[in-house]
């Protein structure tokens, strides 16, 4: 069933959707991820942008702060005088309005005047110098930005602080194994603003804003540039601070739902990022998801990378597009092939159906059934090679009822030739027996010489008689014997002339004219000599008898291109006169057995019948052209090929 | 000479007797070949005239048992139904003479000399 023609235009069709819907799918869907990936990539980079832009306002913030408090004249009153009091309400305000962490007043030999926070003057104990105030001494001038702060310097400042700045190590996947469980130091903001009288240095004001686990920046970035979106209840954008390669600050969560403070950036990001400085743009795997990302590098007051800014954004809501758009074409594909099937079903009938339906009418037509149901006419090829099949079958039609015709009439003829022949025969036989007897005591009495004159005469009559019906049964045996042909290849005009020099003699003695005009160039014809013969004979002795002295007979010989029953070439022996011709109503008759126009005991009607079965055995024909008065033609025809015409209807009778 | 006329049909054979008694022969008849082959055991004949259709055994498997039993005496075969091969027919099974019927009484005798190898008279 899967090879018939129906299906195989089903599965082409088929096949071609299959095609086309699986490049489309593959090629569409990655073309479309890639697209969105480009707008995901470039948006993270304007989004880290913007973070870095959030960062930056950040210490601007800090630095503008202090140094507006730094020209108040209070302020450097009250430094002049060493007055601590005001000096810490001072930094409480400032550091209240700008939500610092740490905030003092160094003096020029950088010991810590006083400070906000559990221990705000710490007199002569040692310790360490903030090193963005040693930097702002040295520069004589306003320092600011990103500043790493030691455990112990946080600790003096305020021990909550140093707390805040531990962060112990988490085991991340993909990152840089390091021996340390944890890391003590913490990343700050800060600005350190000299103040001097004149040339001289009075004090260092500084302030900062400790990092490690303050989540206002990244949150900040979070909710102003990624404006809160969510997916799948995770926010879309999730931005990082990290210090050296540890997340410090961060709103990307771990799978148990707190902020991923302590894990590690992955290895590639680490080297690409920190140890070379540059910025990194792609996917990655961050914590618990992939992420579009994007770093950079933090530096520090003195210039070293300490850290990396973070963005990223999830990367199933593109994938999920990708998914989406995937599943939309996968339908319009499945879609589309079911639609294949049913045009294809729908397309093969349209085609198929005349198709079959001629396969059908010509099995019928092959069965005998010459009108067989057609259907209706279809448009096109197919329609045309219906209409040829509808003309194929008409003129078999035509061919079939003329040889169903034909045939009926050649049964009948020879059924009625046949019986005749035998009934001819039988006839003949029986009455050879009996008139042997008459033939035999008639002449043995006319031996006796004891007759009278009288007698004589009477059994004279009596034996002329039984001659008579002597050759009746002969004519009548003529024809009624289908003997075989004795067929051998022969010259026509040869035959001719021979039959013509046999009644030279008589046409003499009766005064007519017996020409013989032979044809040229003639060819071999295969037949009985001896019969064609008798035919010949038989119809110019039919001349003699039209004729009157001074007629002529003439016999020619020639091609001839048909023979009327089939296009062949053949040979045509023509016998014409200048006699009296036949009536039109004889002429039907001519050939029928014993009809004869001679008076009786002239003719037994039989010559021309023997004639005409003689030349249709040689599947020849014979015909007579007459007007009445002007004499009459027959022609005879033979053909060249063809000869053996059923030698089953020889032997007949 | 002694010929014996076979034939199914007495007219023939009256017939035939008639004509060859007239000329001196001593003529015997019979009606069908098994009386043919007996007539043939007992008496030699000069000459055998047959017909070939005859019911029951016909002539030609009469003068086929002739030719076999008796090959020196000569036949004549004669047929109310001449036709081409009712002759060779006839020849072949060693006729040295064919007849149509009817016939006169002179074709008959000049036919019987002839095989006979004798002057008509």
Not at chain 1, 196 to 205: Q, T
Not at chain 1, 641 to 649: I, N, P, T, V, Y
Not at chain 2, 67 to 96: D, F, H, L, N
Request: glycine share 8%; hydrophobic share 40%.
């Amino acid at each position: 069933m899967f090879y018939s023609t129906r299906w195989r235009l089903i599965l082409g069709i088929l096949g071609v959707c299959l095609l086309v819907g699986t490049v489309s799918l593959l090629v569409g869907v990655q073309l479309l991820y890639k697209a969105f990936l480009n707008e995901a990539t470039h948006r993270v980079r304007q989004d880290l942008n913007a973070a870095r832009e959030l960062y930056n306002c950040r210490s601007r913030g800090i630095r503008t702060a202090l140094s507006i408090a730094a020209l108040g004249t209070d302020f450097r009153s009250a430094i002049r005088r060493q007055d601590t009091s005001t000096l810490i309400n001072c930094l409480r305000r400032v550091a209240g309005s700008v939500n610092l962490d740490f905030a003092g007043v160094a003096t020029a030999d950088g010991t810590t005047l006083c400070r906000i926070g559990p221990n705000p003057i710490p007199g002569q104990a040692v310790q360490p110098i903030n090193p963005i105030v040693g930097l702002a001494m040295e520069r004589g001038d306003t320092v600011s930005g990103t500043l790493v702060l030691s455990g112990e310097y946080l600790s003096g400042e305020n021990p909550a602080l140093a707390q805040r700045a531990r962060i112990e190590l988490l085991p991340t996947p993909r990152a840089e194994p390091v021996a340390e469980r944890e890391v003590a130091s913490g990343m700050a903001l800060s600005s350190a603003v000299p103040v001097f009288d004149g040339d001289e240095l009075l004090a260092v004001l500084y302030g900062g804003f400790l990092l490690s686990r303050s989540h206002e920046i990244v949150d900040t970035v979070r909710d102003t540039v990624f404006q809160q979106e969510t997916y799948g209840g995770r926010s879309i954008g999730t931005a990082t601070i990290f210090f050296r390669d540890i997340r410090i600050s961060t709103n990307v969560y771990t799978p148990s739902g707190e902020r991923a403070i302590g894990t590690r950036v992955s290895r590639e990001v680490r080297e690409y990022v920190l140890e070379k400085g540059k910025r990194w743009t792609d996917r990655a795997f961050v914590v618990n998801d992939w992420y579009i990302t994007a770093y950079e590098p933090i530096e520090d007051i003195f210039g070293e990378t300490v850290g990396m800014l973070y963005v990223g954004v999830l990367e199933a809501k593109y994938a999920d597009v990708r998914r989406k758009a995937l599943s939309v074409l996968i339908v319009i594909t499945v879609a589309g092939m079911v639609l294949a099937i049913g045009l294809g079903y729908i397309l093969a009938n349209r085609i198929m159906d005349p198709v079959n339906q001629l396969i059908r009418a010509s099995t019928q037509v092959s069965q005998g059934n010459l009108s067989p149901d057609f259907g209706s006419i279809s448009d096109g090829e197919i329609g045309v090679l219906q209409k040829t099949f509808l003309e194929m079958l008409g003129s078999l039609q035509e061919r079939d009822k003329r040889q169903k015709a034909e045939s009926e009439d050649m049964l009948l003829e020879s059924e009625k030739q046949a019986s005749l022949g035998r009934l001819a025969a039988g006839v003949a036989h029986e009455i050879n027996n009996p008139l042997t007897g008459v033939l035999t005591y008639t002449h043995m009495l006319l031996r006796r010489k004891d007759l009278g004159e009288e007698v004589r005469s009477d059994l004279q009559t009596i034996a002329e008689a039984t001659e008579r019906v002597r050759k009746i049964v002969k004519g009548l045996l003529d024809f009624s014997r289908q003997t075989q042909l004795d067929r051998e290849p022969t010259d026509v005009n040869r035959l001719v002339r021979s039959a013509v020099s046999l009644l030279e003699n008589e046409a003499l003695i009766k005064g007519v004219d017996l020409v013989f005009e032979s044809g040229e160039k003639l060819p071999m014809v295969t037949l009985d000599r001896h019969q064609l013969e008798s035919v010949l004979l038989n119809i110019i002795l039919n001349a003699f008898d039209a004729t009157k002295p001074g007629d002529r007979i003439t016999v020619t010989t020639g091609m001839t291109l048909s023979t009327d029953k089939s296009d062949q070439k053949g040979v045509e022996i023509t016998v014409t006169d200048t006699g009296c011709g036949i009536p039109p109503e004889h002429l039907d008759k001519l050939f029928d057995p014993f009809f004869t126009t001679k008076e009786v005991g002239q003719g037994t009607g039989l010559g021309l019948a023997v004639s005409y079965g003689i030349v249709e055995r040689h599947g020849g024909t014979i015909r007579v052209h007459s007007q009445i008065g002007q004499g009459c033609t027959f022609t005879i025809r033979l053909p060249l090929g063809e000869q053996d015409k059923s030698d089953e209807d020889s032997g007949r009778g | 000479m002694k010929i014996l006329v076979v034939d199914d049909d007495p007219i023939v054979l009256e017939s035939c007797k008639r004509v060859l008694a007239a000329e001196g022969f001593d003529v015997t008849l019979v009606s069908n070949a098994d009386d043919a082959l007996d007539m043939a055991a007992k008496q030699d004949f000069d000459l055998l005239v047959v017909d070939v259709k005859m019911p029951k055994r016909d002539g030609m498997y009469l003068m086929e048992e002739i030719k076999k039993q008796w090959p020196e005496i000569p036949m004549i075969v004669m047929s109310g139904y001449p036709t081409p091969e009712t002759i060779a027919g006839g020849i072949r099974m060693g006729a040295a003479k064919f007849i149509s019927k009817p016939f006169t009484p002179d074709e008959l005798l000049e036919s019987v000399h002839e095989v006979l190898n004798l002057k008509p008279r």
